[in-house]
């Protein structure tokens, strides 16, 4: 143990450190890479939602270096291309267990990072690898959810396996730092989904000043600064958007803190729903926000375009390397023989399943870039 270093400090500097919080570099949300190096990727992405996580937490008090550390593992297990990637990997693998990108960051710091010589993963502490499985939200609710599942049979395997060891009391809300966590999430998409989508030409500033909120946003720049050149207007203009939602989250929090007073961190997990959360008004302008970006942006011609493309470069993977395993790395092999073993005769279900987890976390470890070169060195076809 450090003598100088919490645990929640020593989780966030080995989640730092691991091989797969580089590969972020080069995944990216929407956009794929060689389209340019403005817009943001997983990494850039991930640092933002930790500043934001860890400004949130201190002007709460809660504990910033836990809020950090959660921020920093949340986007760990994405696949290559984002949300179209996840999508696609999710159907291949329906028949094996599923996947959702929580369980597989699970897995990648619990299991897949190889660098200790005392243990699999990074060792973090039971409370980060809790903020990774439930930061939005509880994973087991009859109430819906995009990350959330009925019963303990449907989880995906992945978290069902780290839940099996670590008891992570699925069913309950996350501690207050992952909560924080997952707003600042939303902060930052929305914020740099909102310059990234003006660099690209998806929509204008005067679409942007059509929205409650954004618009007003806009209105009190001209109003404290006329005459100002298009670039430091934008700028300007969603600086006071990321203030908004910023100072909202905390106002609301220190209200909610107050008026339900919680006593530890089991009364918040044992709450009717988050503590930390959107004002209920700036809500329904986020949410207005939301529909628009994702008419304006994910449905956007070039980006259809781009799903079609890279969704065919994961179909076309998967069942490749199930097919012929032989073809992933050395490295990978003594992977494919525990799956063997584990699996016993090659054409039984359980076989299958094995190899297919095998296959996912290769897959799913991929950068945007590596899977393009696989796909043309394996398939044959430049795409």
């Not at 696609?88 to 619990?110: K, S």
């Not at 992945?158 to 809300?173: P, S």
């Amino acid at each position: 143990m450090s003598t100088f270093r919490s645990p929640f400090q020593r989780d966030r500097d080995r989640i730092i450190h691991s091989s797969a919080f580089r590969r972020l570099k080069h995944k990216t949300q929407v956009f794929v890479e060689h389209e340019g190096d403005y817009y943001r990727t997983r990494l850039t992405h991930t640092i933002e939602v930790a500043q934001v996580a860890r400004t949130i937490a201190g002007a709460l008090g809660l504990n910033t270096d836990l809020a950090e550390a959660v921020a920093l593992a949340h986007d760990l297990g994405h696949p290559p291309f984002g949300h179209t990637g996840e999508d696609a990997l999710a159907e291949l693998m329906a028949p094996y267990g599923g996947f959702d990108h929580n369980a597989q960051a699970l897995r990648i710091v619990t299991k897949l990072e190889k660098h200790y010589a005392g243990f699999d993963g990074l060792n973090l502490t039971w409370e980060t690898l809790e903020g990774i499985a439930k930061h939005n939200g509880p994973a087991i609710s009859d109430k819906g959810g995009s990350h959330s599942f009925p019963s303990r049979d449907q989880l995906p395997y992945a978290l069902a396996e780290v839940d099996a060891q670590w008891d992570l009391e699925l069913e309950t809300n996350a501690s207050a730092e992952a909560q924080v966590a997952a707003v600042a999430d939303d902060v930052a998409y929305n914020h740099h989904d909102l310059h990234d989508g003006l660099r690209a030409g998806l929509f204008t500033e005067e679409d942007l000043c059509e929205l409650p909120m954004i618009g007003e946003c806009f209105a009190e720049v001209d109003r404290l600064h006329p005459g100002l050149d298009r670039s430091r207007r934008q700028h300007e203009a969603l600086r006071r958007v990321f203030g908004v939602m910023v100072e909202d989250v905390i106002h609301v929090a220190e209200n909610r803190l107050t008026s339900l007073g919680p006593q530890s961190v089991d009364d918040i997990r044992h709450m009717d729903g988050p503590i930390i959360r959107f004002s209920k008004p700036l809500y329904q302008s986020l949410k207005v926000l939301k529909q628009f970006l994702f008419q304006r942006m994910y449905r956007a011609p070039s980006v259809v375009v781009e799903r079609k493309r890279v969704t065919e470069m994961v179909n076309a993977l998967f069942p490749l390397f199930m097919e012929r395993p032989e073809l992933l790395p050395e490295d990978w092999q003594d992977e494919v023989a525990l799956a063997r073993i584990a699996g016993g005769d090659r054409t039984r279900p359980e076989a299958k399943q094995a190899l297919a987890r095998v296959v996912l976390d290769y897959v799913a470890g991929m950068t945007d870039r590596f899977a393009i070169q696989e796909y043309e060195r394996l398939i044959g076809r430049n795409i």
